[in-house]
């Protein structure tokens, strides 16, 4: 089941309607960048970070089940992964996989309940 890795966390403190763009974006292990665009939608909700200098001036798209925390005063999103599992996650190019069905489904996979390495921890 993948498709809860869409919808944020119950206990992630985010309102629908808040504008996360500019927020520093939290691994487990540090920090990897800022929120760039998000989405609210239900079902489909997600964050696309610029990693700045961390990998090379990419982007990476984040489903909003990766979020378990929101802090508003500091501006901070926190995430359940680790740098180095958003860094082997599928490569992601705004222009080519924002719409993709396809692209969504494996990232889905990928970070959802029982994915190989990217899975959600126990």
Same mark, same amino acid.
């Given at each position: 089941?993948?498709?809860?890795?869409? #919808?944020?966390?119950?206990? #992630? =403190? @985010?309102? /629908? !309607?808040? %504008?996360?763009? =500019?927020? *520093?974006?939290?691994?487990? $292990? !540090? #920090?990897? !960048? *800022?929120? $760039? *665009? @998000? #989405? %609210?939608?239900? =079902? %489909? /909700?997600?964050?696309?970070? %610029?990693? !700045?200098?961390w990998i090379f001036g990419k982007e990476v798209l984040l489903p909003a089940g990766t979020v378990v925390l929101i802090d508003p005063e500091e501006r901070k999103v926190f995430v359940d992964r680790t740098k180095e599992q958003i860094k082997d996650a599928p490569e992601f190019h705004r222009d080519k996989h924002l719409g993709d069905a396809g692209y969504r489904a494996d990232l889905g996979t990928y970070y959802g309940t029982g994915a190989p390495f990217g899975g959600r921890p126990a």
């Open positions: 089941m993948t498709e809860h890795v869409w #919808s944020y966390q119950p206990t #992630s =403190g @985010h309102l /629908a !309607g808040t %504008d996360l763009t =500019g927020y *520093k974006v939290e691994a487990t $292990d !540090g #920090s990897i !960048g *800022k929120v $760039d *665009k @998000h #989405s %609210d939608e239900v =079902g %489909d /909700a997600y964050l696309v970070v %610029d990693t !700045g200098v």
